[in-house]
């Protein structure tokens, strides 16, 4: 009995301490009591049972259980932080939701979508339509329409490589727009030039209004490419965040198979490229109409102080559960900084550079790593192959995207970020080997063409499962709340400037160089990406965007 007795009072010395500290609050000094005298009766039945040590084990362990549920829901947060480690802390000094949520965050995610189908739609029309386009407005004699890709000053260039400037202009106005009108404000603006230039483009009689029409269209893209990965990361619950946020690359893969689907037409009706065109303003409309009933970012409309209305869209996204928990994530996040939005100057301060970097350098790597390239080369790639149809070399690499990148949606929250992109970069590093030696080495002469195909398909499927979606949705997590939509405008600049460069001067260097040496300088590039990665980026998995400022902008 003695032993016993001991042995509960060593068992419980914990659940004892805290009962004696609570009986110090009024108000749980009459749960002290009964929870005391509890312990007292454990004992004495213990003594009048010769299995007493395990009766009272068992009674002990009930016990416990009302100790830590009185302790849990009742004590103040300052009397939780003298007794519970800082794990502890987390968990009960934040509300957990309770039940089914009642909100529904997927429509709104759809609707924002539209703009990432606009997205990849807007690049991927051009380049079914271009040859028809060309003869109808009598540009036709052109040397880039013969793969001189060099001669950026003739108009077909012109047609091509003009959204890749306006999109790049947009990325670096996006920011901008999002942080003064508010998400969903400048998704209904972002309509306005993505349906004008698509009717100028399906209207244009002269190459001029083309031009002019494409430019518009690249400068709402821009704009699609950073606005849907912000406001989709900032209205997805955490546990979920991955998954959706990926599926914005996924759009993107779509609305490109949607161009190539949208050109088949065109061998039997030549002025079919105008309807391809017109095609683009039937979901601009839709993003407009579908913005206008979309909740705003709970986050956003925090930071302007509009607590009402930000308890209100959480109730619509994520449900009245919920309400409580977010907001006090948002409260804790805030907590003693009343700081105005950051300046563009103040992305490059010693506080936020090095983070921002992270998210420019993604970009880069992404770009370097030859994605486009490998793209634009691939019809020669198939054609060595013996795949002489060019829908069909396209139609095998858009397919793999898609494939590889809806693969990466149902990893991205159980594999987390970091993993996903050091095993992209590193299954596009091998591909890249392989596509390089299969234009060297002798001995593989006989299996040239299939080992190019088997390595482009490789790449891009590499590509989709990590380097692809990962950065849009890292960057959203990884910036601060004051700096988040300029630091990702920025970034996405870097993305729209390098493949602008890509686009400029990949063949010219290919005629310099050889595909090969190429092929082998873009295998380099992805081993650095895994380098850098594993020692500079973060694993944001699980965590709210909160928690995550927190642990990277300690200052905040």
């Not at 420019?360 to 370097?368: P, V």
């Not at 380097?467 to 988040?484: D, H, Y």
Request: proline share 3%; glycine share 10%.
């Amino acid at each position: 009995m003695q032993a016993s007795t001991f042995s509960a009072k060593g068992s419980l010395g914990s659940d004892i301490g805290i009962i004696r500290a609570s009986s110090k609050f009024g108000q749980f000094s009459k749960r002290s009591s009964s929870v005391k005298n509890l312990f007292i009766t454990d004992r004495k039945s213990s003594c009048r049972s010769r299995f007493g040590s395990l009766v009272m084990g068992a009674e002990l362990a009930r016990a416990r259980a009302r100790v830590e549920s009185i302790s849990g829901s009742s004590a103040k947060p300052r009397f939780v932080k003298a007794q519970a480690s800082s794990e502890d802390l987390e968990a009960e000094s934040s509300p957990k939701p309770q039940g089914k949520s009642s909100g529904s965050v997927l429509p709104y995610v759809g609707v924002a979508c539209l703009g990432a189908i606009l997205f990849g739609y807007h690049l991927g029309v051009v380049n079914g339509a271009l040859e028809y386009l060309s003869k109808d407005l009598g540009i036709a004699e052109n040397a880039v329409l013969q793969g001189n890709f060099n001669n950026v000053t003739s108009w077909p260039g012109w047609v091509v490589s003009t959204s890749l400037a306006g999109a790049t202009l947009g990325s670096f106005t996006g920011g901008s727009l999002a942080d003064k009108f508010g998400r969903t404000r400048t998704f209904q603006l972002d309509a306005i030039p993505l349906a004008v230039g698509a009717f100028l483009c399906a209207t244009a009689q002269s190459v001029q209004t083309m031009i002019i029409g494409r430019l518009l269209a690249g400068i709402g893209i821009g704009i699609s490419s950073a606005l849907v990965p912000l406001y989709i990361s900032e209205i997805s619950p955490t546990e979920i965040r991955g998954a959706l946020g990926s599926v914005n690359q996924l759009f993107i893969c779509i609305g490109i198979l949607a161009a190539l689907v949208a050109g088949l037409p065109l061998a039997g009706n030549p002025l079919w490229w105008r309807t391809m065109f017109g095609i683009a303003m039937v979901p601009s409309i839709l993003l407009a109409l579908g913005m206008g009933i979309s909740p705003e970012s709970p986050r956003w409309l925090f930071q302007q102080g509009k607590t009402a209305e930000a308890e209100r869209a959480i109730k619509t996204l994520w449900g009245k559960e919920r309400v409580a928990e977010v907001m006090h994530d948002l409260r804790t996040g805030s907590q003693g900084s009343t700081e105005p939005e950051a300046g563009w100057f103040d992305l490059f301060s010693s506080r936020y550079w090095k983070v921002v970097s992270v998210g420019a350098a993604l970009f880069l790597f992404q770009q370097l790593a030859g994605i486009n390239a490998v793209v634009y080369y691939s019809t020669s790639v198939f054609r060595s192959a013996g795949i002489a149809s060019d829908v069909a070399a396209s139609a095998l690499v858009g397919a793999s995207n898609v494939f590889g990148t809806a693969i990466a949606s149902s990893l991205m929250d159980k594999q987390g970020r970091k993993s996903l992109l050091i095993t992209s970069f590193s299954g596009m590093a091998a591909s890249m080997l392989l596509l390089s030696l299969s234009f060297t080495w002798k001995v593989l002469a006989p299996y040239s063409g299939n080992l190019a195909v088997i390595g482009t398909v490789l790449y891009v499927l590499s590509f989709s499962l990590g380097a692809g979606p990962v950065p849009a949705l890292l960057l959203p997590e990884i910036f601060a709340s004051r700096i988040r939509a300029k630091a990702v405008a920025l970034s996405l600049g870097m993305h729209w400037v390098s493949n602008f460069v890509i686009g400029l001067y990949f063949l010219s260097v290919v005629n310099k160089f050889g595909i090969s040496s190429v092929y082998l300088g873009f295998s380099m590039v992805c081993i650095l990406a895994v380098l850098y990665i594993a020692a500079n980026v973060v694993e944001t998995k699980g965590r709210s965007l909160e928690e995550i400022e927190r642990a990277l902008n300690p200052a905040v």
